[in-house]
């Protein structure tokens, strides 16, 4: 069951204009698999599922298929098969010949013997009547037996997603490729028709490689799931895996709902969150900055006095078999569902057992870039220039008239173009709602609730620096924003090389 | 406000008033005159703009029993189903490259290809007939029907061009990766998908194309040295030269006919290969 069918090896694909789609892609997928490729929008999964296809060639990396390398083969010579986003249906012929189309192109070995007992060997066209039956073998698979002689435009939806289906499993790929292929049903049907594609891949025994950006489909399907951000894996794992011991707090905050706060280690393995200290079972140093992560439906509903933590019930919205409600702890809210409802306004306590307390090194302490100053003394760095203190990079120096530092020792130095690291705690940067104002510019990528406050990534418009700040106000992903940074928290260290 | 508000039955009329007067009367007015014949005026059975005119089917039979007349017809559209085909053979290669962005960043290579069409029509024949003369194909007479061929092909590869552009740059792409990726190779691809979805670009092009060749005679007449004669310049012959507006209507009513019955027959053939797509639809 082990054995591995394809494998993919540090495929990266750069698309022209230096988009970087996909970097240092790895996996393996083992032969009858169901393995979901997880991501937003943009993160590369479609492009990784093209190139396995054969429609996009990887900048660099292989891709391996038993054993085989197939990086540069194309299409038309892979035994793989592909269920279109829209499916990609031929719109000139029928649901026949659509179904029949990969049919009537292969062509299979067969052995003969001439008059004088040689083995001949012929690669010959399949025979009508054997066309004739695979295709209503696979029309009957997908449960559309009558529609052969039906023009494909006059299907539904779901009709023209399960013909896609039948046509591409018809030549029993090895692998078959599916790119978000339920994206256009409505959610009954695409709830009926997860569980069906689920249930083929077992009959039929194929490999599949479907990818998605709903959450719940890839954890309903899938053996395994790699998810995606970025062009980079973030996890893979098995659904379990991915839910429980998510490795960061994207693939949390991506896979289902979540609590992520800021926490700091205080002790042997205990946690600091929300202000109060919590016990958990990851082993981290003391002191060390980390993202914790509870499920809302961990988080356990006691009277205020037994509770770790109490606060009052802001929301609660039925959401059919559970409540979903908001408890605020400080400046904090902590989203709880549980089968009890609580009212609004009542005061509750939590506990959270420590094996629900996921704990995962956090992303970002503080930006640090690589940056220069200018002639004015100001500093540049994410396609910016600031206002900064430079004495700070000699202890005790002060600055003359003219603008040059003066170090205790009595030295002049001239620090125009000096290479500095530069510092900028998350917290100190302050986000204008205009692009003229701040000292740099950008959209906002990405935002992460985290307890009390949003994590929000700028990323400048030129070099893709990316500004990480914590503010309490709410953004939102693709706002033109600036942002200014008070010059007494710009923290200034000299580059190795300071000497020019 | 309220007085600006148009039923969509109002706002047809002008419409309906231009085809009345620009399509309707002059087709019937020429169906008139095909059917009718100048007599004496006792014999008149009335009278169009001062001529005494009596129905009759003879202008028919008199162009029909004209061996010339028959084989000005065969010339006709033997040079305008050449025409056409040649220039699809030529334009459909470029409209396939075209409709590849890679190669046509911003249009301005298919801006280059229909350009041609905003020069004077009879500049661009007159500077073909110095060209062919330059090459030394004009000097020769075994060479009229091949000059007056080049010339109809040059003239009108425009109209080919953009129809099957604008087909070829609609069909998405996903269509050619399903045929790759079900085993085709690129030459299957191209026949048993690109090709049929591009149909009605094909069909369109035709109609652009085969109706205006047999008429255009100011191309035959300057690159054919006078040995290529066509319909459309016995029609003009008849009207100008002989002023015999019976003969010329008749002709031209029978171009109409042999027009009308192929585009019909063609219209037919795609629809039967697909009903959704056939749609001979003019860009």
């Given at each position: 069951m082990?054995?591995k069918?394809?494998?993919?090896v540090?495929i990266?694909k750069?698309?022209?204009g ?5 970097s240092?892609?790895?996996l393996?997928?083992?032969?009858g698999?169901?393995v979901t490729f997880?991501?937003?929008s ?11 296809a054969?429609?996009?060639?990887p ?12 990086t540069?083969l194309?299409?038309?010579?892979r ?7 829209r499916?990609a249906?031929?719109p000139?012929?029928?649901?026949y010949d659509?179904?029949a189309?990969g049919l009537k192109?292969k062509k ?9 007992g040689?083995?001949i060997e012929?690669f010959?066209?399949?025979k ?5 039956e695979?295709?209503?073998?696979a029309?009957?698979m997908?449960?559309?037996e ?6 494909v435009?006059?299907l539904s939806?779901?009709?023209?997603q399960?013909i ?8 029993e790929?090895e ?5 978000e ?11 009926d028709?997860?569980l ?6 077992r009959?039929?025994g194929?490999?599949f490689?479907?990818v998605?950006h ?14 995606m951000?970025d ?14 011991e ?7 905050d991506?896979i289902?709902e979540?609590?992520i ?9 205990k946690?600091?969150?929300i202000?109060?200290?919590f016990?958990?079972?990851d082993?981290f140093?003391?002191?060390a900055k980390?993202?914790?992560v ?8 006691v009277?205020?006095?037994?509770g770790?933590?109490?606060?009052q019930i802001v ?11 908001i ?15 609580v009212k609004v306004?009542d005061?509750?306590g939590?506990?959270?057992s420590p094996d629900?307390?996921h704990?995962m090194k956090?992303?970002?302490?503080s ?7 200018d ?5 540049h ?5 600031f ?5 700070q990079?000699?202890p005790?120096?002060h600055l003359d008239?003219?603008?040059y530092?003066?170090?205790?020792a009595g030295?002049?130095?001239?620090l125009t173009?000096v290479?500095?690291?530069?510092e ?9 709602d ?9 959209s906002i990528?990405?935002?992460v609730?985290?307890?009390?406050h949003y994590?929000?990534?700028i990323c400048t418009?030129?070099e893709?620096?990316?500004?990480v700040c914590?503010?309490?106000?709410l953004?939102?992903e693709?706002d ?8 007494d928290?710009i923290k200034?260290?000299?580059?190795a090389?300071?000497?020019k | 406000m309220n007085g600006?508000?148009f039923?969509?039955k109002?706002?047809?009329i002008?419409?309906a008033v ?5 399509v309707?009367?002059?087709l019937l ?6 059917f ?14 001062g001529?005494?005119?009596s129905?009759?089917?003879?202008n028919?039979?008199d162009?029909?029993s004209?061996?010339?007349n028959?084989r ?10 050449i ?5 699809l ?23 280059l290809?229909i350009l041609p069409?905003w020069i004077?029509?009879?500049?661009r ?8 003369y330059?090459?030394g ?8 029907f091949i000059n007056t ?5 040059y003239?009108?590869l ?5 129809p ?9 792409k996903s269509?050619?990766?399903a ?19 591009s ?10 194309v085969?109706?205006p060749t047999t008429?255009s005679?100011v191309?035959?007449?300057t690159?054919?040295?006078?040995n290529?004669?066509?319909v459309g ?11 015999n ?7 031209a009513?029978?171009?109409?006919v042999?027009?009308f ?7 037919k053939?795609?629809?039967?290969e697909?009903e ?5 639809n003019?860009?």
């Amino acid at each position: 069951m082990s054995d591995k069918i394809i494998e993919l090896v540090g495929i990266s694909k750069e698309f022209d204009g230096g988009t970087l789609a996909v970097s240092d892609f790895n996996l393996h997928v083992n032969r009858g698999e169901f393995v979901t490729f997880l991501g937003p929008s943009g993160c590369g999964k479609t492009t990784t599922l093209r190139m396995i296809a054969g429609f996009e060639i990887p900048t660099s990396g292989k891709i391996l298929l038993n054993g085989k390398d197939i990086t540069n083969l194309p299409p038309y010579l892979r035994p793989v098969n592909t269920v279109f986003q829209r499916y990609a249906l031929f719109p000139h012929l029928n649901v026949y010949d659509n179904i029949a189309f990969g049919l009537k192109l292969k062509k299979i070995k067969t052995t003969s013997k001439d008059k004088n007992g040689n083995v001949i060997e012929k690669f010959e066209h399949l025979k009508k009547s054997e066309i004739d039956e695979k295709v209503s073998r696979a029309l009957k698979m997908v449960d559309l037996e009558e529609f052969e002689k039906r023009k494909v435009t006059t299907l539904s939806g779901g009709q023209q997603q399960r013909i896609a289906i039948a046509r591409a499993i018809v030549n029993e790929p090895e692998i078959l490729l599916l790119d978000e292929p339920l994206g256009a049903l409505d959610l009954k049907m695409r709830k009926d028709m997860q569980l069906e594609l689920k249930d083929m891949q077992r009959k039929l025994g194929i490999t599949f490689i479907y990818v998605t950006h709903d959450q719940e489909e890839a954890l309903t399907m899938s053996d395994r799931i790699v998810v995606m951000k970025d062009g980079e894996v973030q996890q893979i794992g098995t659904p379990q895996d991915i839910y429980n011991e998510p490795t960061n707090a994207f693939v949390a905050d991506f896979i289902g709902e979540s609590n992520i706060y800021n926490g700091t280690i205080v002790g042997d393995r205990k946690v600091r969150f929300i202000n109060k200290v919590f016990d958990c079972v990851d082993d981290f140093e003391i002191n060390a900055k980390v993202d914790v992560v509870v499920r809302p439906e961990d988080v356990e509903i006691v009277k205020p006095e037994e509770g770790i933590v109490s606060g009052q019930i802001v929301s609660s919205i039925f959401k059919g078999v559970h409540y979903e409600m908001i408890m605020m702890v400080g400046k904090s809210e902590v989203m709880i569902q549980s089968t009890k409802e609580v009212k609004v306004g009542d005061t509750i306590g939590i506990r959270v057992s420590p094996d629900n307390i996921h704990i995962m090194k956090r992303d970002f302490v503080s930006n640090v870039y690589d940056g220069y100053i200018d002639k004015i003394n100001k500093v540049h760095f994410a396609e910016g220039a600031f206002e900064c203190d430079v004495t700070q990079l000699y202890p005790g120096s002060h600055l003359d008239s003219e603008g040059y530092v003066i170090t205790t020792a009595g030295e002049k130095i001239d620090l125009t173009n000096v290479p500095v690291r530069v510092e900028v705690g998350l917290k100190d940067i302050e986000i204008i709602d205009n692009d003229e104002d701040g000292d740099a510019r950008g959209s906002i990528i990405s935002i992460v609730y985290k307890g009390d406050h949003y994590q929000i990534i700028i990323c400048t418009d030129e070099e893709e620096e990316e500004i990480v700040c914590d503010t309490e106000y709410l953004w939102n992903e693709n706002d033109r924003v600036s942002v200014k940074i008070p010059k007494d928290k710009i923290k200034l260290t000299l580059k190795a090389v300071e000497k020019k | 406000m309220n007085g600006l508000k148009f039923s969509r039955k109002q706002l047809g009329i002008p419409y309906a008033v231009f085809l009345i007067a620009f399509v309707v009367v002059p087709l019937l007015l020429i169906t008139l005159y095909a059917f009718t014949k100048k007599v004496p005026a006792d014999k008149a059975t009335f009278t169009i703009a001062g001529e005494s005119v009596s129905f009759a089917v003879s202008n028919f039979s008199d162009f029909f029993s004209k061996s010339a007349n028959i084989r000005v017809l065969f010339v006709s559209f033997g040079l305008a189903i050449i025409t056409t085909i040649v220039s699809l053979f030529i334009a459909y290669p470029v409209a396939y490259i075209l409709s590849k962005t890679k190669f046509n960043k911003g249009g301005v290579l298919l801006v280059l290809f229909i350009l041609p069409l905003w020069i004077n029509f009879v500049l661009r024949t007159a500077a073909m007939k110095e060209l062919l003369y330059f090459v030394g194909m004009y000097k020769s007479n075994s060479f009229s029907f091949i000059n007056t061929l080049i010339g109809m092909v040059y003239d009108y590869l425009p109209f080919v061009i953009m129809p099957l552009y604008s087909v070829l740059v609609k069909i998405d792409k996903s269509y050619a990766e399903a045929s790759a990726d079900l085993g085709a190779k690129p030459v299957t691809t191209f026949l048993s998908v690109t090709l049929p979805l591009s149909m009605p670009g094909i069909v369109s092009a035709i109609s652009m194309v085969l109706l205006p060749t047999t008429t255009s005679y100011v191309i035959s007449d300057t690159l054919g040295n006078g040995n290529v004669t066509i319909v459309g310049k016995i029609i003009e012959t008849q009207f100008l030269t002989m002023d015999n507006w019976h003969a010329g209507s008749t002709i031209a009513l029978v171009l109409l006919v042999i027009i009308f019955l192929s585009m019909f027959l063609s219209g037919k053939f795609t629809e039967e290969e697909d009903e959704s797509a056939g749609r001979a639809n003019l860009w």
